[in-house]
């Protein structure tokens, strides 16, 4: 069946560290991912998608992601944390590319000053 | 450009009443899509409204139902509610229905069940 995990419901990272948030996705086909964020008490903000056109996609708030396809993976990441990073995170992904949109759980980042 | 915004914020409700929540469109938008996110876990896909038609359909049963209007806007409406349907209810709205169309998403309504 087809799904998307990620790894860890909370993330805790310094002020200034690496963030690495981890996904993984199940499909039979190349699939288009989606990495939202969700602040408290709003809806859901687009950081980044893949549609196959590139492995690397850069996104907003300096975020990027990498399609593995060998790995099935597909995880976010920025190189230095801000405060105002503290959010929850979703990795989304279209299966099938006829399916609708199938979120994983969320990883909560914690920034640590 | 307006964004995707939604009625009411909040809302209480008790065992077998009915509700109805309403959602207003990105300028431009002809597809609708509801989700419900229950606490702590990753928004769940109700169904989808491309022209005003259902365009897809999730794994919920038919007492949830929806409407799209001639404007776009929309409605979630859910009959004989359970406490489970406790939970934030996200539209998101997009240009077209096509496979990696990004959706906008507008802030939710929270529902409670009591």
């Known amino acids: 069946a087809q799904s998307v995990t990620q790894l860890g419901s909370h993330v805790s990272v310094s002020e200034g560290a690496l963030v690495l948030l981890r996904c993984n996705y199940s499909s039979s086909v190349p699939p288009y991912l989606f990495w939202y964020v969700q602040y408290p008490n709003q809806g859901l903000q687009l950081l980044l998608k893949y549609t196959s056109a590139a492995t690397l996609v850069k996104g907003i708030n300096g975020f990027e992601a990498e399609f593995k396809k060998s790995e099935t993976s597909f995880h976010l990441t920025k190189p230095s944390a801000h405060m105002s990073d503290a959010a929850e995170y979703f990795c989304?992904?279209?299966?099938?590319?006829?399916?609708?949109?199938?979120f994983g759980k969320g990883t909560r980042l914690h920034i640590l000053p | 450009e307006t964004g995707v915004t939604q009625s009411p914020t909040h809302l209480i409700k008790t065992r077998g009443q009915q509700v109805t929540l309403r959602c207003s469109s990105q300028s431009g938008h002809n597809t609708v899509s509801w989700y419900q996110q229950a606490l702590g876990q990753g928004p769940q896909f109700i169904f989808q409204?491309?022209?005003?038609?259902?365009?897809g359909r999730g794994n919920f049963p038919p007492r949830f139902s929806g409407l799209q209007f001639p404007n776009y806007s929309s409605e979630l409406n859910v009959n004989a509610l359970e406490l489970d349907d406790s939970a934030l209810y996200l539209c998101?709205?997009?240009?077209?229905?096509?496979?990696?169309?990004?959706?906008?998403f507008g802030p939710g309504t929270r529902l409670t069940v009591l």
């Open positions: 989304a992904g279209e299966m099938n590319r006829d399916d609708k949109i199938i």
């Open positions: 998101a709205s997009s240009l077209g229905d096509r496979s990696g169309d990004t959706q906008y």
């Open positions: 409204y491309y022209r005003e038609e259902e365009n």
